[in-house]
């Protein structure tokens, strides 16, 4: 059973300019949620998607917004970079089924704001 | 305010001795309780969770410890190996309201020596 998958690995990016990660859930998973983790920091959240609706919102301006399809794939946009934004950005889904489920987490994105 | 809290950055131990791993909650909303183990450039991977309504919960070499009262959790290894080396990290979720969001202390670094 494939993993979540996130691409791309890597990004380099200038300020002011803006950026979209893209995250594909485990298959059958309904809850995508997404998180940043900077350097010598615990993760975290930014915005849980399930069945195409923003469900949970952590405290991150409105420059960090997401969006789920249909097929349950997320994608990430951060908009107006900042240097503060580099950071590993990490998608992770869930079954959200009646019982609680833990998140299962993809490999993460490295961006890097020059 | 950090909700949840690991006190001790790192961890060292010798292989085949206990490792204990701790963490402190403040949020009395959360009920669901998770460990991760981190490799360098990959992403958290589940390891044990527990629920509020248990004490104790165990698989194979890993278990976790709920003090509800203390609201406090510990993750036992027994024994450890040095393929246990990594950044662990507690997680804490109120299933009810946020499902979806999980709350991450900022990790303890294991080394397990041979």
């Known amino acids: 059973k494939a993993g979540v998958t996130q691409t791309p690995r890597y990004l380099i990016k200038t300020r002011g300019q803006q950026v979209t990660l893209s995250c594909s859930p485990i298959s059958g998973h309904r809850s995508v949620s997404w998180y940043q983790q900077t350097p010598g920091q615990g993760l975290q959240f930014l915005f849980e998607?399930?069945?195409?609706?923003?469900?949970n919102k952590g405290n991150f301006p409105g420059r960090f917004s997401g969006r789920q399809f249909s097929n349950s794939r997320s994608e990430m946009n951060v908009s107006t970079l900042e240097l503060g934004d580099s950071a590993l950005y990490l998608c992770?889904?869930?079954?959200?089924?009646?019982?609680?489920?833990?998140?299962?987490f993809g490999d993460g994105t490295r961006l890097s704001i020059l | 305010d950090q909700q949840v809290k690991q006190n001790s950055p790192s961890l060292s131990v010798q292989e085949g001795r206990i490792s204990i791993l701790n963490c402190d909650y403040t949020n009395s909303m959360f009920d669901y309780f998770l460990w991760y183990k981190k490799y360098p450039a990959e992403g958290p991977t589940f390891l044990i969770s527990i629920s509020s309504i248990k004490d104790k919960n165990e698989d194979g070499r890993f278990t976790v410890f709920l003090n509800k009262s203390a609201k406090h959790l510990s993750l036992h290894i027994v024994p450890s190996q040095p393929g246990d080396s990594a950044v662990y990290f507690c997680?804490?979720?109120?299933?009810?309201?946020?499902?979806?969001?999980?709350?991450f202390g900022d990790g303890t670094t294991l080394t397990v020596k041979p």
């Open positions: 997680a804490a979720s109120d299933s009810r309201a946020n499902a979806g969001k999980s709350t």
């Open positions: 998607y399930f069945s195409e609706t923003q469900r």
């Open positions: 992770a889904s869930s079954l959200a089924g009646r019982e609680y489920q833990p998140q299962h």
